[in-house]
Each structure stands twice: as structure tokens, then as C-alpha cells.
């Protein structure tokens, strides 16, 4: 809607994970390094952990398009409620159409038995396999800890048949911490943090960029008060900038100013920006 305005190419703060807009801080790179290093190397399980919207799926979603096509990938962006369901919606993600349809064929020996099928079928053409488990701090039943732990168990003589890779809050770190077989088989860990200030003003003007526009539009004091009102979580900063926009192209602004960004909070009923 304002995009020609701006004079931008895309929406430069969608809330989406698409990965040309990543942007190359030393954590957000060190995360993705040790994720694909966890997977080419065939370490077996890794773990990334980080507040609420600070980037955890961007990540994951980054690895997932920066990896060759000789990956095969199961990415669950919720877990399900119990173990039977977790196996099932792998099964059917790696490989649909051999989805078990029969009452006994649904009972867990029998998922079981599937995917190490489906896992024996890539290892046979050549494809190394990715499971992701998004949002894996939601998880409550140890069972289905016990099912990620056991799904481990599938390997070669020389490798790993799978790498499992979960992804969470901070809490998730707490959960495995007290499942010591299942902690002791995670290989890599990688935690992110909110951003930093200048962090924030470089993720701002990144973006604008890749969506087409080199020309500052956010004025330098406004950077600030942004950092201030999200604390740093990208997911926040996307919001406020888009309201910020918005706003700026329905009072015709050459820039935001801190006037347009104090009227985008009113405006849209932000609670992040103080008035």
C-alpha cells in the first residue's frame, strides 16, 4: 500500500521468514554456522534457543533454503500434544502419501517402523534427513521428550540417520536440562538475544535495502526510541516500523520523524510505543 511512496521494491518489515532479509550479526551467523555444521556433520541432534521473536524460525527457516537439495526435511512448526501424533505428523511431512491408514498401523510401533523406512529410503538415494521441531518449549509430556530421545536411536554403524534439530524459548533449555539422556545427545547449542541499539539501527536499515530503498526514510533520533520500545526483538521492530510507515505515507511525510513515530502507536493501537 505505501511501497511506491517510499519508493521501495516489497514491504521491507513483513513478518515472514524469508531469508534474503537476513541480516549478518555475529549471533544470528554463529547460530546458523553451528546448525548447518550440526547437520553436514551428521552430529545427530542441536538445539537453538531465544526469547519470543527474536529470529529462532528465521534461522530455521534459513538453513532449510540454504541447504542442497540431498536434504530431506520434516519441519513441525508446533509440536503435537502427545507422542503418537508427534510420530505421525513426521511420518507424514517426510513422506505423505506412505501415511499409515489403518487403525493398527496408526499405533506407535507401527510410525515407528514407517519412518525408519521412510529415514532407510533417503539414506538409499542419498539424502540425509532434517527433522525440526519449532515452538519445542511448548512441549509438556516427558513422553514426547522420550520420543524425541528414542528417535535418536536410528542409526548406521557410522552415522546418524537423522539430525533432530529443536527450537525454542528459553525454557526448552530448562526442560532438557532435567532429561540428562536426552541432553546428553544434543551435540551443538545456540542461544539468541535481543538486539542491541546499533544492532536495531542496522536491522532497519538492512531491510529497507534489500526491499529497494538505499535512501534513509527513519530519521537517526527515531532509531533509538524503536530500540527502547521493542527491546531489541525483531518480531516487535517489524511492527513498529510498519506502523511507522504506514503512517508517514497517510500524512504524506519525507521521513519519519518522532512525531510519526509517536502518531503510528495511537494510530494502530500499538502497546510497544510510547506516547
Known sequence: MYES?????E??????????????????????????????????????TGVFGCGKTFIARTLIHSLSSRYAFAYLSYPPANGAEFLRAIVRTLKYSELPVKKTELMEDALLESLQNSLTDNNREGKETVIIIDEAHAI?????????????????????????????????????????QLEQRIAVKCHLEPLTGDETREYIVQRLKVAGREDPIFEENVFELIHKATGGIPRRVNHICDACLMTGFARKKDSIDVETFQESGKIFGSTIVPS
Open 5 to 9: 511512496y517510499w519508493k521501495l521494491n
Open 11 to 48: 514491504k521491507p518489515f513483513k513478518n515472514t521468514p524469508n531469508p534474503k532479509f537476513l541480516c549478518s550479526f555475529s549471533q544470528h551467523s554463529d547460530a546458523l554456522m553451528k546448525l548447518t555444521y550440526a547437520v553436514r556433520e551428521n552430529m545427530g541432534a542441536a538445539m537453538m
Open 140 to 180: 509438556d509430556d516427558e513422553r514426547i521428550f522420550e520420543k524425541i530421545r528414542l528417535l535418536l536411536n536410528f542409526q548406521t554403524e557410522d552415522k546418524f540417520m537423522m539430525t533432530l534439530i529443536l527450537v525454542g524459548q528459553p525454557e526448552l533449555s530448562a526442560k532438557v536440562a532435567n532429561l540428562r
